[in-house]
Nanobody, 112 residues
Framework: QVQLVESGGGLVQPGGSLRLSCTAS????????MAWYRQAPGKQRELVAR???????NYADSVKGRFTISRDNAKKTVYLQMNSLKPEDTAVYYC??????WGQGTQVTVSS
């Protein structure tokens, strides 16, 4: 079975930066597309960023230019570097593998 564990969430001030990590086990990591989703209270879960096995990426318009997704296949880890954070980025962030498997989520709060 696949296990995905997120880390790196926390409290940050507007304009600050944070890096999320997600480490996978029980899978051939390099073969799968990886993604970050987020869900704020009372709102739908939305795709933030995706990185395919070949390295191609795409981003939600709301984060384009501020967030960067990357992966280290040797470490079986996907990262989300978040810069210029805004209060509207506040949400639980979830790691996704192969459009199927999910991590438990990590809270990101952007507030003064």
């Amino acid at each position: 079975q696949v296990q995905l564990v997120e880390s790196g969430g926390g409290l940050v001030q507007p304009g600050g930066s944070l890096r999320l990590s997600c480490t996978a086990s029980g899978s051939i990591f390099s073969a799968y597309a990886m993604a970050w989703y987020r869900q704020a209270p009372g709102k739908q879960r939305e795709l933030v960023a995706r990185i395919f096995s070949g390295g191609t990426t795409n981003y939600a318009d709301s984060v384009k230019g501020r967030f960067t997704i990357s992966r280290d296949n040797a470490k079986k880890t996907v990262y989300l570097q978040m810069n210029s954070l805004k209060p509207e980025d506040t949400a639980v962030y979830y790691c996704n593998m192969g459009s199927r498997d999910w991590g438990q989520g990590t809270q990101v709060t952007v507030s003064s």
